[in-house]
Antibody, heavy 123, light 108 residues
Framework: QLQLQESGPGLVKPSETLSLTCTVSGGSINSNNYYWDWIRQPPGKGLEWIGSIYYSGSTYYNSSLKSRVTISVDTSKNQFSLKLTSVTAADTAVYFC???????????????WGQGTLVIVSS | SSELTQPPSVSVSPGQTARITCSGNSLAQQYAYWYQQKPGQAPLLVIY???ERPSGIAERFSGSSSGTTVTLTISGVQAEDEGDYYCQSGDSSGTYVIFGGGTKLTVL
């Protein structure tokens, strides 16, 4: 069964870069029709899609975060990563990685999620 | 940019029917998906392609679509159904994702 696990610092200082990695086990990241996404959820608030990457390296970002976000993939390690620059307290959130199925006719939904990791931005 | 609008909260008594709506222009052309999230947990897919139920999801969960509004219906609500529910859609190529603001379902 496919599993995803987020890892990275739980505390980041304002203006610095948030870096997280998602390790995929029980399946290959080199899979057709699957995108690998990052989603975040500020405490007590809703879900916000950050962006996604295909195993080929193609990336897609939320326009509201695009200037600060980079998602990359390391197929040799079966991992994908998130970097968010110039963070502020507003970036404090639980960050989830997830696998999204994309198929014909615009089908696109999240099948598996990591457990999420809380990142606090504070000095 | 496209938006999905959900009511902030819905309350029902056990055994009653809960209906949670999600509205947005993109829903006229794109499928909607529904996720249940309980405190401290990752979201769980409960409906896909507007009305399909994944394996393992209780039959009391159903979905429907009409124009620019989709509805998640939970028939015979149980206490364990309490949580937050999010609708999700995307663009025609599947490269972008949007979530609704979420609805907190309270079982009285």
């Amino acid at each position: 069964q496919l599993q995803l696990q987020e890892s990275g610092p739980g505390l980041v200082k304002p203006s610095e870069t948030l870096s997280l990695t998602c390790t995929v086990s029980g399946g290959s990241i080199n899979s057709n029709n699957y995108y690998w996404d990052w989603i975040r959820q500020p405490p007590g608030k809703g879900l916000e899609w950050i962006g996604s990457i295909y195993y080929s390296g193609s990336t897609y970002y939320n326009s509201s975060l695009k200037s600060r976000v980079t998602i990359s993939v390391d197929t040799s390690k079966n991992q994908f990563s998130l970097k968010l620059t110039s963070v502020t307290a507003a970036d404090t959130a639980v960050y989830f990685c997830a696998r999204r199925l994309v198929a014909r006719a615009g089908i696109s939904y999240f099948q598996q999620w990591g457990q999420g990791t809380l990142v606090i931005v504070s000095s | 940019s496209s938006e999905l609008t959900q009511p902030p909260s819905v309350s029902v008594s056990p055994g009653q029917t809960a209906r949670i709506t999600c509205s947005g222009n993109s829903l006229a052309q794109q499928y909607a998906y529904w996720y249940q999230q309980k405190p401290g947990q990752a979201p769980l897919l409960v409906i896909y392609k507007d009305s399909e139920r994944p394996s393992g999801i209780a039959e009391r969960f159903s979905g429907s679509s009409s124009g620019t509004t989709v509805t998640l219906t939970i028939s015979g609500v149980q206490a364990e159904d309490e949580g937050d529910y999010y609708c999700q859609s995307g663009d025609s190529s599947g490269t972008y994702v949007i979530f609704g603001g979420g609805t907190k379902l309270t079982v009285l």
